[in-house]
């Protein structure tokens, strides 16, 4: 599925003044391929995955706007954005909490939080379009609707094995009073067939997910504050999806770890592949990235033991991820390696040129803004280009930037000039075939006020 972007040439030479860098460098070993949590680059939370044929999609809320928006991927590595054209009126809000489940008709149910009211949505493929399902672009649920003191957000559907779909939602005010309802819903997908009940088990604040296995209705959830280390994941268990539910007796299941690789964790998502479930969570980027504006959570992916005994084993945080064998056999395309790498002045150690060639959608290179910045790699000898991709900081952000290649250091071809906003995926695969040793970037402006500037990652392929 993956799209080859056509780039935005600039028409008008970029100029500007020649600035005085600070120069830092350093010796890069080879590309680590298994590093692989965070699974997503950016500033993204409260992940919903769902696979549809041989494709997974991600959907997340995106705080560096309020689009709603889908990741996509083949390999579960070279994962692709791309906005969606939902709500399809302009909402006042950030669109929170995107959940995607298909029907038993084959459509697409998109379920998200928009203005602390509940909207759906239908659509025949993942990435849409989607439309409102309620005339008028009314909610389905609206806030504080049946009980004045729920927040009317998180909204989680589950198709039971008889087809019943139901609808969990629900969260508290000023951090404090959670309460969880749930309501059957009709076949339309947007109404419900009675009045929602509370089913709030106990040290519940947010985040409804309702999964089944062994014959069991596993009641995910998160209690504590998103933003702080009191945030956790629990489960509570019933034999009916209305519950009652009594909370299991090793819950919470994912907590903060001594080292800091897991902080904040929480308001996650539950998948089968194979025999195997996995949890989709996001978690605070550690470190938390200060020099800019925070806190900057992202979505991470990890393997979660269920048993048939109705409890769920504590999930191991991991650095490097998953085996990705429910891929079967997928081939993940390899980045070339480099030897050493340099750039303009940074905003310190924590965020070196080093950080944008680590293969590790952790950690960020980040230089001041107001002026040029570049970035450099060195690959060691001269080898076939035959595609970049800068991720960066802010995925979709407005940068205009160079990209130059070299054989000597000394003469430079441009392979590239663009403005990254410009186009209908993130991030931007640049395709050209060149042979080189070296290859720069260079951000020369944003068109709006930066917050922010830097990368992720920079992608090089060829052989």
């Excluded at 997340?60 to 969606?84: E, H, N, Q």
């Excluded at 020099?291 to 945080?317: H, K």
Aim: charged share 25%.
């Amino acid at each position: 599925m993956n799209k080859k972007i056509s780039f935005f040439a600039m028409t008008n030479a970029v100029i500007f003044m020649c600035l005085v860098f600070s120069f830092s460098s350093f010796a890069a070993g080879k590309k680590n391929t298994t590093a692989f949590n965070p699974i997503l680059p950016g500033d993204f939370a409260d992940p919903c995955i769902l696979q549809h044929n041989d494709t997974f999609f991600i959907y997340a809320t995106a705080w560096d706007s309020k689009d709603a928006i889908v990741w996509y991927s083949t390999d579960f590595s070279g994962w692709k954005m791309r906005k969606l054209n939902w709500p399809t009126t302009k909402l006042a809000d950030v669109i929170w909490a995107p959940c995607v489940v298909k029907g038993k008709d084959g459509r697409f149910y998109l379920y998200s939080s928009t203005g602390h009211n509940i909207y759906v949505g239908a659509a025949e493929h993942p990435l849409g379009p989607f439309k409102n399902l309620i005339a008028n672009e009314q909610p389905l649920v609206k806030n504080r609707e049946y009980w004045k003191d729920i927040h009317s957000i998180d909204a989680d559907c589950f198709i039971d094995d008889d087809g019943q779909a139901y609808l969990y939602y629900g969260s508290g005010h000023d951090w404090k009073n959670g309460m969880c309802a749930v309501g059957r819903l009709n076949d339309d997908m947007c109404s419900f067939k009675e009045a929602p009940r509370l089913v709030t088990p106990a040290n519940y604040f947010e985040a409804p997910h309702m999964m089944k296995r062994y014959g069991t209705y596993f009641l995910m959830y998160s209690d504590g504050i998103c933003i702080e280390d009191s945030y956790k994941v629990r489960y509570a268990t019933s034999k009916s999806p209305l519950g009652p539910f009594v909370e299991g007796k090793n819950s919470p299941i994912l907590t903060n770890t001594p080292d800091s690789l897991s902080w904040s964790s929480g308001h996650h998502y539950t998948i089968r592949l194979g025999a195997k479930d996995y949890i989709a969570y996001h978690k605070q980027a550690i470190p938390i990235y200060s020099p800019f504006w925070g806190p900057i959570r992202q979505v991470a992916f990890d393997e979660m033991q269920v048993n048939a005994d109705g409890t769920i084993e504590s999930v191991v945080v991991t650095r490097n991820g998953v085996d990705r064998n429910f891929l079967k056999n997928k081939k993940i395309q390899t980045e070339l390696s480099i030897s050493k790498a340099s750039s303009s002045e940074t905003m310190g150690k924590k965020y070196d040129a080093s950080k944008a060639f680590d293969n590790h959608n952790g950690t960020l290179w980040a230089a001041p803004t107001g002026k040029p910045a570049w970035i450099k790699a060195d690959l060691g000898k001269v080898k076939k280009i035959s595609s970049v991709i800068p991720v960066f900081d802010i995925i979709d952000g407005d940068y205009v930037y160079i990209i130059e290649t070299s054989t000597d250091n000394k003469n430079w071809v441009e392979f590239v000039k663009a403005k990254n906003n410009l186009g209908n995926e993130w991030p931007v695969e640049l395709h050209k075939f060149v042979k080189a040793r070296y290859i720069r970037l260079t951000i020369l402006k944003q068109t709006k006020e930066p917050k922010r500037m830097g990368l992720w990652e920079l992608k090089i392929y060829g052989k």
